[in-house]
């Protein structure tokens, strides 16, 4: 079954995170994509230009490249690479996570066979060295309850997330907002009635550092936030009473100093998922030893 893998870089990417996120969705997976849509979000460094030319070079029938003669933003960019996918089944990755080896294998299928629209997985984070594993986020894993939690937090991690671009398409495709680029996207596919469902699997790893929880604080974001708070009143997906819960919860969240919003993030909002993570780690490890005895079979069953 053939599928597309969507990427989007800009220049402050570090090309070695970049570099680690694309051996992970080629030479570490067990199920092989059938094109990797690469938009490159304006001019990049000399340095992550060698990056994309290795590979191309590596796999010159893989790689599509999409060139943006001035940087975008996210919304943007995914706007145009998903227009320049052929195929339907799309997965979304971050040009500096990684994607576990049997996450297009898991993913994938369980897609094209079902009737969703989004199929997305849990993920976890990490700092630095990618063993230094600190915790995940678990997500709803049923429609009904994913539609839920969306009036109140974003109920997909988007780069852990396989998407139907046909559907993507008739919701109005990726928008520029900054920040709330996905969680927009998957409002407006909800409230269209495209169908979601999130493996209780970790299939990514996501990289995090200091700046990202700075990122989530401040004048900046608290007004991005508003915004977005604003457009869930005003297209009806949740009341003012929702609303008023929101946007006070959400503003003292980004006010305070960026340790104690770790501290909150820590303890309200993230979740130990290493027992999970063990699992699938242990589970590749051994359909590994089986696929060199020569007996490896796809799962039939992802979850």
């Not at 230009?49 to 010159?60: A, C, F, L, N």
């Not at 996450?103 to 997985?121: I, M, N, Y």
């Not at 139907?164 to 709330?180: D, I, M, N």
């Not at 909002?269 to 699938?280: K, V, Y």
């Amino acid at each position: 079954m053939a599928f597309s893998v969507l990427i989007s870089v800009y220049f402050q990417e570090k090309p070695e995170y970049l570099a680690r996120a694309l051996r992970s969705i080629t030479q570490e997976q067990t199920l092989f994509p059938g094109e990797i849509v690469l938009v490159k979000d304006g001019p990049l460094t000399d340095e992550l230009e060698k990056v994309i030319s290795d590979y191309t070079r590596r796999y010159p029938s893989l790689f599509r490249i999409v060139a943006l003669p001035v940087n975008q933003g996210l919304g943007a960019a995914l706007n145009t690479g998903i227009a320049h996918c052929k195929h339907d089944l799309v997965v979304r990755m971050d040009s500096d996570d990684i994607s576990l080896p049997r996450r297009f294998e898991k993913q994938v299928p369980f897609l094209a066979g079902s009737g969703f629209d989004v199929v997305g997985a849990l993920a976890v984070e990490f700092i630095g060295e990618e063993k230094n594993i600190r915790l995940g986020q678990r997500l709803p894993q049923y429609h009904e309850d994913i539609c839920k939690r969306a009036k109140f937090r974003n109920p997909m991690t988007h780069p852990a997330t396989a998407i139907r671009k046909q559907s993507v398409l008739k919701a109005g495709s990726y928008l520029p907002f900054l920040w709330f680029e996905d969680y927009h996207l998957w409002v407006r596919m909800i409230s269209k009635g495209f169908r979601f469902h999130n493996l209780q699997i970790p299939l990514v790893k996501m990289r995090i550092n200091h700046s990202t929880l700075i990122r989530r604080g401040g004048s900046r974001y608290i007004k991005q936030e508003l915004l977005f708070q604003r457009f869930l009143l005003q297209t009806g997906f949740i009341d003012k009473k929702e609303w008023l819960l929101n946007i006070t919860l959400r503003t003292l969240l980004r006010k305070v100093p960026s340790r104690a919003r770790r501290w909150a993030y820590d303890s309200f909002l993230r979740d130990n998922l290493d027992g999970l993570l063990a699992m699938e780690e242990d589970s590749f490890s051994t359909l590994s030893a089986d696929r060199e005895g020569g007996s490896y079979h796809v799962p039939s069953n992802p979850e």
